[in-house]
C-alpha cells in the first residue's frame, strides 16, 4: 500500500516557479513509476509528468522545459519543479504511484496508477 501527500500549491503570478513535492508512505515507492496530472475547472484530469523508479521521464507536450520531475527514494518524496508558469496551468495537481513495480516505462494514462494523493491547488494570476 502507498499512501501520497501532495504539498506546495499556491497562488502565484504568471512567470513565476513553484516546487511541489509528494511524501509518499510505504515500501514498494522506490519501485514504481510516480507521476503527477493535473485537473482544471470544468476539465478532465490531465497528463503532466512521469517518472520511473530509475529516472525515465516522459513530459506532456504544455509542459516541456518548463517542469521538471524529480525524486528521492531516500526520502520517498517526488518533487515536480515548475517555472515559467502560466494561467492555464491553473489546476488541482496530484501525484500518483502506478500499478507496476520496476517498470522502464513513464506511463501517461491515469488508468495505469493505482494509488493518488490528494491533490493541491496551483493558481496562476496573469
Known amino acids: 500500500q502507498v499512501q501520497l501527500v501532495e504539498s506546495g500549491g499556491q497562488l502565484v503570478q504568471a512567470g513565476g516557479s513553484l516546487r511541489l513535492s509528494c511524501a509518499a508512505s510505504?515500501?514498494?515507492?522506490?519501485?514504481?513509476?510516480m507521476g503527477w496530472f493535473r485537473q482544471a475547472p470544468g476539465k478532465e484530469r490531465e497528463f503532466v509528468v512521469a517518472?520511473?523508479?530509475?529516472?525515465?521521464?516522459y513530459y506532456a507536450d504544455s509542459v516541456k522545459g518548463r517542469f521538471t520531475i524529480s525524486r528521492d527514494n531516500a526520502k520517498n518524496t517526488v518533487y515536480l519543479q515548475m517555472n515559467s508558469l502560466k494561467p492555464e496551468d491553473t489546476a488541482v495537481y496530484y501525484c500518483?504511484?502506478?500499478?507496476?513495480?520496476?517498470?522502464?516505462?513513464?506511463?501517461?494514462?491515469?488508468?495505469?496508477?493505482?494509488?493518488w494523493g490528494q491533490g493541491t491547488q496551483v493558481t496562476v494570476s496573469s
Open positions: 500518483a504511484a502506478a500499478y507496476s513495480e520496476y517498470d522502464r516505462v513513464p506511463r501517461s494514462r491515469a488508468s495505469e496508477y493505482l494509488h
Open positions: 517518472i520511473t523508479w530509475i529516472g525515465g521521464t
Open positions: 510505504g515500501r514498494t515507492f522506490s519501485r514504481r513509476v
